[in-house]
């Protein structure tokens, strides 16, 4: 069995933001299924697919980003699923919109999402899938940027790119970490860089905690 995680913050009025794509990829991932209509427990919300011959759980923390290690700890003790078997979907603003990055582990990057869940699973030894909403435009405060909203311009590329990591999803359950980040690492950085919107939208202060 294995898990696969999307981080985000509940509430209508997160739909649509930057930080929230992990969300999207797991709606996606249901839909394309036809998963079950979720359940809610463990402080989120889940729902269980087969893929290949694999038994998966799909698992959105509703604990805000920076607690989702409450939810993802509480479901991985219940099914007894190790760190190695779940796959946190999550945004970074560190990479170049589209771009992915899968890893077998490490540190949270700064990503406030991930930093919990390795503080309550007392390791780093999971994978993760990073999604690429970046970069923060100059005088913009990260933490602004990724409670806003994608760009219009930006809608046709984050829509393909929700597709691309349904498809990286179902490669990591079948092939494994190793393929995927041979896969999906390579991207073209350069491409990316000059498809990146130009906006010059001001910032604006939300007085948000969410992340």
């Excluded at 309550?120 to 923060?136: M, S």
Aim: glycine share 10%; net charge neutral; charged share 25%.
């Amino acid at each position: 069995m294995k898990m696969i995680v999307g981080l985000g913050n509940p509430g209508q009025q997160y739909v649509g933001t930057r930080h929230n794509i992990g969300f999207e990829v797991l709606g996606r991932l249901s839909q394309k299924v036809c998963a079950p209509p979720p359940k809610a427990k463990f402080q989120g919300e889940f729902t269980e697919i087969q893929l290949r011959t694999e038994k998966i759980i799909l698992l959105c923390p509703l604990t805000f980003m920076n607690l989702s290690g409450q939810c993802v700890s509480q479901a991985a003790n219940f099914y007894r699923i190790d760190p190695v078997d779940i796959l946190v979907v999550c945004d970074d603003f560190n990479l170049s919109l589209d771009r992915l990055r899968f890893r077998a582990s490490g540190s949270s990057g700064g990503q406030n999402g991930l930093n919990d869940i390795i503080n309550r699973l007392g390791t780093q030894d999971f994978p993760r899938l990073r999604i690429g909403i970046g970069p923060v435009p100059e005088r913009w405060n990260p933490a602004d940027f990724v409670l806003g909203k994608f760009h219009r311009e930006d809608l046709d590329r984050v829509d393909s790119t929700v597709d691309r990591c349904v498809k990286a999803i179902e490669e990591f359950v079948e092939f494994g970490i190793g393929h995927c980040m041979n896969q999906y690492n390579r991207g073209s950085e350069s491409r990316n860089k000059k498809n990146v919107s130009n906006s010059t939208e001001s910032p604006k202060s939300k007085g948000d905690s969410g992340d």
